[in-house]
C-alpha cells in the first residue's frame, strides 16, 4: 500500500519525535517501504549545524541509525530556507512531490483552542496534499 515514508525531523529535538520514529519502524517494516527523513535547516548556523551540509550529514548519519534499527531502506532530503519557522509547511508539503512519498508519519500535539487561529504542521499538510497522513500524538503519560 505504501512504498515510501516521509518523515518530517528536527534533529535539535529528537526526543519528541521518538513515537512518531517508532511507528514509522513498524509501518516501513510491515509494508516494506523505505524511509525518507526530511529534515529542514536554516542557511545560518544554528545549534545543531554550523552549515546546510553540515545539517545534511548529521541527518544522514541519523537516518543510517534508524535504519538499523527498523531495518529498511533510508535516504535523506534536506532543505535550506532562510526562515524555517515561516516556510515549514510549504517547504514539507513541496517535500512530499521532491521525494516521492505517498504517506507523511509525523509527530502533532493534542488540539487546542489556538489550533483554530494557527493549525499545527501536519493539519496543514494533511490538507493541502493528496498522499495520507499519519500525525502521531504525544504519550499520555
Known sequence: ?????MVPVDLAHLEVLEPSLQAVADLARHYQ??????GV???????????????????????????????????????????????LDDLLIQAIDD?????????????KHLD?????????IATHTDVSVFLVRPSRS
Open 33 to 38: 517501504a523505505e524511509v525518507c527523513y526530511v
Open 99 to 111: 521525494v516521492g512519498a505517498d504517506l507523511v508519519v509525523m509527530p502533532t500535539h493534542p488540539p
Open 116 to 124: 483554530v487561529i494557527m493549525p499545527s504542521h501536519g493539519g496543514k
Open 41 to 87: 535547516t536554516s542557511t545560518a548556523p544554528s545549534s545543531v549545524a554550523r552549515s546546510p551540509e553540515e545539517y545534511e550529514r548529521k541527518l544522514e548519519t541519523f537516518a543510517q541509525q534508524r535504519a538499523a534499527l527498523h531495518g529498511q531502506p533510508v535516504s535523506v532530503h534536506t532543505i535550506s530556507s532562510a526562515d524555517p519557522v515561516a516556510d
Open 1 to 5: 500500500m505504501y512504498s515510501k515514508i
